[in-house]
């Protein structure tokens, strides 16, 4: 993405070459990842130590730098010119930041129309916020949608039953295995109230309700129940489901049939 993000900087500020930098922080190191330019295949895969160069600059301090003549700025390496053949003029670089963490460093260099003005630092720096913020947002949903398949894998084998509302009293969650124990369709409905999703056992409608009222759990307590008209028992646990805070979102049950196991 980086890459298409320099060639879009590259063509709208008019620029004769640039480069992106991928941050090694191990390393210490930036090495250029894409570059754009005559001596562009001269420059890919080049390492730059932090805090030497212009871009080293850029990575050690996490500050943008903008120079009208890279050879009377001290912290220019003139050796990168000896060695690819290109004269250097005028540049802007911008640290490309995650929060606070160093991802990278783009470098545009020697704008056609002239030096680089304050203007193009502020374009350059909200176009490389914009695409940080958009990654990481990515990165988070990719990350949520692993962990709510797995947790959803977790919870479509689970051999017992495990039903949750949430802080309102509606069903949020009722794996297979609870369908098959309370008897319930297959394709129920999920947000309803959960005295109306559990009409067949308003039991253990009541129980979870109890559980959010008082914010108390119980362990290994019997349910009996009539189902078809016979008589059923169920074992069950309540919990309380929290936010990354601490505050109570929910509550859930889990529950297996133990008819079998009781003394007729």
Known sequence: MWARVLDKLAAALDCEAATYF???PKQGQLIA????????HRVESRRVESGKGLCGWVAKYREPVLTADAYADTRFMKQVDEDTGYKTSHVLAVPLLDRLELTGVIELINKRTGPFTESDLAFAQAACQACALALRALRLESTVDKVTAHNASILENLGGGFLAVDI???VMLCNPAAKKILGLADD??????VDQTLMIIPDMAEILMDTLVK?????RQDLWWKYKDKNRVLGYSTLLIQD????VVGAGVTFQDITSFQKK
């Open 188 to 193: 129920m409905p999920m947000n309803q109230p």
């Open 33 to 40: 990842r894409a570059a754009l330019g005559s001596a562009g």
């Open 168 to 170: 309102h009293g509606r």
């Open 244 to 247: 990354p805070h601490g505050q």
């Open 22 to 24: 991928v941050f090694l």
């Open 215 to 219: 914010k108390e759990t119980v362990k």
